[in-house]
């Protein structure tokens, strides 16, 4: 664990659940997600397309767009209170200015009619910087430190720009205000391997230099597995397992982390190993309401399962919520009952 | 079988801001397969292997060199009859949503190529539901299922099952999967991998595999071969274990030491290699493509340039002047 830095705030999501509007009424993306960032660690939040990852992260800056509300929760930033009660001109200012973000697919996000440096220029007034050519030198800064010529890639065009460059202009865009809190969406998506390896490393490297606090959400278990000092793993909306990363993977707790290990492809060993989890993974419209979301394709289902919300146990160091894990943790007082509750946060 | 020699392609760029562009996309590429076989294709992006399954699958013109089908040189035959041969070759989009009409149940998407493929044949109206339903068990999909269902309706995993069932209504002898699993939740790929291995053993399809995830090309099948590609050229190339296990060239070894290590459950290989940032990768054509990012380059690399071969009694053939083994893999973590 890195030493925690004064200038990193800690991040505390409480009960959160985020719901969308659909035909159906409106369904839970996120559902009773309870998570602490804590100060100077990298979070890893890893999930299959679907269970709610970029929900999650838009709400850290209550960010989530029609048809999507915030139901109920918190997301409590040292420093700052409860960004879910922000609003207008107190929020705008909250983004980018202390919490940084790359939202997903951010390097098809940049205006391919302006420069990068004109974009640049456009944050810095947005958010009211008086040293603008400080501003482009720190940008030019940070960009030298992740490998490139600063100076050129502020004078180009998104599309002379390369899928890993245009990443790092997102990651530059985010902590260039000055962020200690981070936010990436899939920071590596759609990038070969060795670009994704530099990236990566940046990321640390940027994370530590800086005291940040910093949450990366990702659908590839190896990602966090490379960076994240603690690992969240969620499933159809709701966190299933939490811990330190090499513990988790390590010894996975939930049978879900586990089939998730089970499944991936490896570069060694006995091939034979690997299994596929049975099923598919649950949509909005397919979220059980009650009972496990992960037991129609969990092997060691019990009856309880069924219908019982699996209790939210705390193991030293580690959060498990599992029916099998019964009895041998502390279980949470705050267990959440799912969509009757909270309806005061509109 | 299939096989490849001497392949050149370099695709044409007007109109870019530099003006005319001329992009090697692949220097001169031997390959081939047997039936039933599997290649896996590993680089980075734009190295050339879409090109390249483009071409095998006779989808995009080549420049120069040869392409022979059980022997026959493509270039002998007619349009036509090239046409036949190629039709054997199906290729697997990587996205299977954009694959699949989303307006067509998957009972209309399998119609049409059955229906061509029974007046092809001679077949009667009946057999075309049988096979629909024949091809979807193949595949393992439950026809009862899926067959009424729109694309948006399955999952991805499904949806790429249903890809692959329409590339087998014209009874291929080789399909092409151009990243067929990476957009797939990973609680899924596992067994489009098993399908692909399956088909194989069961029908004698021959697989090409193009993937950026090595680790995947071993489940397609442990007998397959790995060729490693790296700016158009093949620069090392032998049985997937070995090339996974024992590498010798050092972008095999780059490539494999950028996968992410699944600490608590492996410990990284310890001599893994970082390239060093080419400052521009496309300077020079002479001498060793790769010297100009390998940490191991001698003034040898710069002015010779290295061919495929098994210089230094390697199992794999490499083209490097200074082929040696390093452990950049990970290993499963001794388990406390
Ligand atoms: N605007 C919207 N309207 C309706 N449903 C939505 C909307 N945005 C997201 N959803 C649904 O909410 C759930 C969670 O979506 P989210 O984008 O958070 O998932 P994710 O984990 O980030 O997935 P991915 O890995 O594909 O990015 C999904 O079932 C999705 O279909
Ligand atoms: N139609 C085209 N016109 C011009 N250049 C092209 C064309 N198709 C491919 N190229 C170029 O040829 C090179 C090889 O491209 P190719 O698509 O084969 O790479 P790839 O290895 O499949 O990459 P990726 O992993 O990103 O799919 C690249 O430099 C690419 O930009
Ligand atoms: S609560 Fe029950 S169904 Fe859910 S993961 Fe645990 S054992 Fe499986
Ligand atoms: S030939 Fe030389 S430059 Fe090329 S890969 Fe081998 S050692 Fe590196
Ligand atoms: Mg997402
Ligand atoms: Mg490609």
């Given at each position: ?135 482009v030198k720190e940008a030019r800064s940070l960009l030298d430190r992740m490998g490139l010529d600063g100076a050129r890639v502020l004078d180009s065009y998104q599309h002379e720009l390369s ?184 | ?164 069932a329409r590339a087998l209504t014209v009874d291929p002898d080789m399909l092409v999967a151009d990243e067929a699993t990476s957009m797939i939740d990973v609680s899924l790929r596992l067994g ?145």
């Amino acid at each position: 664990m890195p030493v925690t830095d004064k200038r990193a705030p800690g991040v505390r999501i409480s009960d959160l659940s985020v719901v969308y509007r659909t035909g159906a009424g409106e369904l839970p993306a996120v559902r009773g997600v309870d998570l602490e960032l804590v100060p100077g660690t990298i979070t890893g939040v890893v999930g299959e397309s679907g269970s709610g990852k970029s929900t999650l992260a838009l709400s850290m800056l209550n960010a989530v767009q029609p048809p999507g509300r915030i139901r109920s929760g918190s997301v409590d930033i040292d420093g700052l209170g409860d960004v879910v009660t922000l609003g207008g001109e107190d929020l705008r200012k909250t983004r980018g200015r202390h919490v940084g973000y790359v939202f997903q697919a951010a390097q098809n996000s940049l205006n391919p009619l302006k420069t990068i440096g004109k974009q640049l220029l456009d944050l810095g007034r947005s958010h009211e910087v008086d040293d603008l050519p400080g501003l482009v030198k720190e940008a030019r800064s940070l960009l030298d430190r992740m490998g490139l010529d600063g100076a050129r890639v502020l004078d180009s065009y998104q599309h002379e720009l390369s899928g890993g460059m245009r990443q790092r202009v997102g990651i530059m865009l985010a902590l260039v205000l000055n962020a200690h809190v981070v936010v990436l969406d899939e920071p590596t998506t759609a990038l070969d391997m060795i670009t994704q390896a530099t990236i990566l490393r940046i990321i640390r490297e940027v994370h530590e230099e800086r005291g940040l606090t910093t949450l990366v959400i990702t659908h590839d278990l190896g990602v966090v597995a490379e960076i994240a000092d603690r690992l969240a793993v969620m499933y159809g909306g709701r966190l299933v397992e939490q811990g330190p990363t090499r513990e988790v993977l390590g010894a996975p707790r939930h049978p879900y982390t586990r089939g998730l290990l089970q499944a991936i492809p490896r570069l060694v060993g006995d091939i034979d190993e690997a299994r596929a989890l049975p099923g598919r993974p649950p949509t909005l419209g397919t979220i059980p309401p009650d009972g496990c979301v992960f037991r129609e394709r969990c092997d060691v289902r019990m009856d309880v399962c069924e219908t019982g919300e699996p209790p939210v146990l705390t193991i030293g160091p580690r959060i498990v919520a599992c029916h099998t894990a019964a009895g041998e943790g502390e279980q949470k007082e705050t267990v959440t009952t799912g969509p009757t509750r909270g309806e005061e946060q509109a | 079988m299939i096989t490849g020699k001497g392949i050149t392609k370099t695709f044409r760029q007007r109109g870019s801001m530099l003006g005319a562009r001329e992009v090697p996309a692949l220097r001169g590429v031997d390959f081939s397969m047997e039936k039933g076989g599997a290649v896996s294709f590993i680089g980075e992006s734009g190295c050339g292997k879409t090109t390249l399954g483009r071409i095998l699958a006779g989808l995009e013109s080549y420049d120069s060199g040869e392409i022979a089908i059980d022997g026959v040189p493509m270039s002998s035959l007619s349009h036509r009859q090239r046409q036949s041969h190629f039709r054997r070759i199906q290729l697997i989009h990587q996205d299977p949503y954009s694959a699949l009409n989303p307006a067509r149940t998957i009972h209309q998407t399998l119609d049409a190529p059955l229906t061509l493929r029974a007046k092809q044949t001679g077949r009667s109206r009946s057999w075309i539901d049988e096979r629909a339903e024949e091809l979807l068990g193949l595949v393992g999909l439950d026809p009862g299922y899926v067959l009424s269902r729109y694309p948006h309706q399955l999952s991805g995993g499904m949806r790429q099952r249903v890809v692959i069932a329409r590339a087998l209504t014209v009874d291929p002898d080789m399909l092409v999967a151009d990243e067929a699993t990476s957009m797939i939740d990973v609680s899924l790929r596992l067994g489009i991998l098993a399908l692909l291995k399956d088909l194989r053993d069961r029908l004698g399809v021959s697989v090409l595999f193009i993937t950026h995830d090595v680790a995947t090309a071993r489940y397609i099948g442990l007998d397959g071969e790995l060729y490693v590609i790296y700016r158009g050229q093949v620069v090392e190339r032998g049985p997937v274990e070995t090339v996974i296990a024992d590498p010798v060239h050092p972008y095999t070894q780059s490539l494999l030491s950028a996968i992410p290590v699944l600490h608590g459950l492996e410990v990284p290989g310890a001599e893994r290699v970082t390239p060093t940032e080419a400052i521009d990768p496309n300077r020079k054509d002479t001498g060793c493509l790769f010297a100009p990012r390998c940490p191991f380059r001698t003034d040898r690399c710069e002015a010779e340039t290295p061919v495929l071969g098994h210089d230094g009694g390697t199992v794999q053939e490499h083209a490097c002047f200074h082929p040696r083994r390093r452990s950049v893999v990970a290993t499963p973590a001794v388990q406390a």
